[in-house]
């Protein structure tokens, strides 16, 4: 078993800046692939940045150019930096990893909410 905790979330200012953190523990097996998901009401979940076991980063177009996707591997922790945060990024926001099984494992998401 693999498990997820997200932290960092919280109430933001347009433009303003967040660090999520996702610290990983259990059964991991190596380095993962991880990524942050978000959900807003209503909507499907999506990707927002992945990050291979390599660190090639990937990410949504909405979020390229503002958000950072890092890891700290002997942490077994990825970050999310996020910047000049728009009102459209109000959402829950999860991590996630494959395991070496191809399980897809999700934390429990940390709320991140902008004022405008």
């Known amino acids: 078993q693999v498990q997820l905790v997200e932290s960092g979330g919280g109430l933001v200012q347009a433009g303003g800046s967040l660090r999520l953190s996702c610290a990983a523990s259990?059964?991991?097996?190596?380095?993962?692939?991880m990524g942050w998901y978000r959900q807003a009401p209503g909507n499907q979940r999506e990707l927002v940045a992945s990050i291979t076991s390599a660190g090639s980063t990937n990410y949504a177009d909405s979020v390229k150019g503002r958000f950072t996707i890092s890891r700290d591997n002997a942490k077994n922790t990825v970050y999310l930096q996020m910047n000049s945060l728009k009102p459209e990024d109000t959402a829950v926001y999860y991590c996630n990893l494959v395991s070496a099984y191809g399980i897809s494992y999700w934390g429990k998401g940390t709320l991140v909410t902008l004022s405008s």
């Open positions: 259990g059964s991991i097996f190596g380095i993962r692939p």
